[in-house]
């Protein structure tokens, strides 16, 4: 048997997950899409009807729709094959290894939706992520983002006890390295609503956010915004998209900015308040005491915590009605209190020391099956 299976799809993750046998008092195998076992077509049964082949397809052609990508009838039966391929090799992975607990990366890939749908009862979890608070990483046995293990019951904060010699979350946001650098700041405006952009291609967005589908959507809300309430708005490109918008560029007036060259942090706290879907930006803006309103699904989507709507309407209703939102400093204080002290591991992976790599194995070992 294996303790840890360590499933990795990048160099990052396999050196990362490397280090955390090699340094560490964990046991286990880091393996690779190309390491897995050649199929075994007998268990074809066995493996077909516990996977839902018709979901995965769908996901990743939305992805490809996304990226501008073909789709259609030729690529979808060459993804069923690649599926039906991987699914054995899974198969044959779990059957030689019998891993106690697997470990991967964020977890919504299709090769890592196959593996967990094939997963024995009892078979621990492990998903890694980059940190939701500055200088940490994510660690969760459910999942990550809107899949997290987070509380989401505003009265769990409301009684929360934070341990003893639990840490506090850092105030000081960790800039994010821009795709174009050299972009000049402009002159914000005395108030306004800041609205960032996510990335199209990220299962953020396309996963996590029902009926916001894009950046050009939020840029049209954002302008329906500033026309029928006489907000200013500002947005923010995100830093690592490939996407350039020059069509929204070419529609912004006096009222609707981009302010691609300023600092999120700056963004942040000159604004009123702060519009995402699902992004890190609104986290960091409750982090900054900035009042958040979100349109996505968000693990902070917590009563006292933020604000949130589900439709244009309720976007316009919510803005309007902006300050008297019904926010509770308790919840925000108490729900920082139990990331940074608690949920959260301290220390990035991607410089990781040693300390690092201890405090993730001590988490491991003492939630593993």
Known sequence: MTQFLFFSLAKHQRIYFQRLLDETEL?????????????????????????DWAHLVEEKCQERRVKRKYQGVLYRLLLRL??????????????????????MWNGSHRYCQLLLALLPQGCGTFFFENG????????????????????????????????????????????????NTGLTPIELPERFVFIPFQDDRDTQVRLFSPWVESMRQLFALGE??????????????????????????????????????????ELIQSSQFVITL?????????????????????????????????????LLERA????????????????????????????????ADHEQLQRVAQRMLLQAR
């Open 27 to 51: 046991q286990g195998k880091v393996v690779a899409p190309r390491n897995m076992p050649w199929p075994r077509p007998w268990q074809w049964r066995q493996v077909a009807r516990r996977i």
């Open 320 to 351: 309007r009605a902006f300050p008297h939102w019904s926010l509770d400093p308790l919840v925000r204080e108490n729900f920082l209190r139990y990331m940074a002290g608690e949920y959260c591991v301290k220390g990035g992976w991607l410089n």
């Open 224 to 265: 329906q915004l500033a026309r029928e309430t006489g907000l200013t708005v500002v947005f923010k490109e995100h830093p690592s998209s490939r996407e350039a918008y020059p069509d929204l560029h070419a529609r912004t007036h006096a009222s609707l900015l981009f302010a691609n060259g300023n600092s999120t942090q």
């Open 278 to 314: 699902n992004s890190t930006v609104g986290l960091e803006s409750v982090l900054l005491d900035k009042p958040v309103l979100t349109l996505g699904q968000a693990f902070f989507n917590i009563p006292g915590l933020v604000a949130h709507a589900d439709s244009a309407a309720e």
């Open 132 to 179: 939701l608070l500055p200088d940490t990483t994510t660690l969760d046995c459910k999942g990550v983002n809107y899949r997290n293990s987070v509380p989401r019951d505003a009265e769990f904060y409301r009684s929360y006890q934070a341990p003893e010699g639990a840490v506090e979350a850092q105030l000081t946001l960790v800039p994010r390295k821009p795709r």
């Open 82 to 103: 690649e599926l039906a391929f991987m699914a054995l090799r899974a198969e044959a992975l779990l059957r030689r290894d019998r891993p106690t607990n697997v470990v």
